[in-house]
């Protein structure tokens, strides 16, 4: 059963930073897509940012340039580097992983989309941004 934990979340003041992790477990596939979704308040849940197994990042607008994703393959470990954060960044953050669909498939899923069928879900942290 695969299980993702993700830690980091917290309250910051506007233009801080944060960093959020995502430990993944029992997912036995070597090649995915994994991602980071966000659901702000009365909003639905949308990707912000993908990353595929072979390495290639994708970003939604509004995050772009401000966060970075990375990965530790090996670990299967997932991050989230957050500057510049705003006010409308406020949102539980939740990472997710799938099995592979294509690298092409995976960088437009993190250009913010909306998808409830990841393979694998973590609980969720929640960022606060507050001036």
């Known amino acids: 059963e695969v299980q993702l934990v993700e830690s980091g979340g917290g309250s910051v003041q506007v233009g801080g930073s944060l960093r959020l992790s995502c430990e993944v477990s029992g997912f036995t596939y070597s090649r995915y897509c994994m991602a980071w979704f966000r659901q702000a308040p009365g909003k639905e849940r949308e990707a912000i940012s993908s990353?595929?197994?072979?390495?290639?990042?994708s970003y939604a607008e509004d995050v772009k340039g401000r966060f970075t994703i990375s990965q530790d393959h090996e670990k299967k470990s997932l991050y989230l580097q957050m500057n510049s954060l705003k006010h409308e960044d406020t949102a539980t953050y939740y990472c997710a992983i799938d099995t592979d669909r294509g690298a092409p498939y995976c960088h437009e899923l993190g250009r913010g989309h909306i998808r409830n069928d990841m393979y694998g879900w973590g609980q969720g942290t929640l960022v606060t941004v507050s001036s």
């Open positions: 990353i595929h197994s072979d390495g290639g990042t």
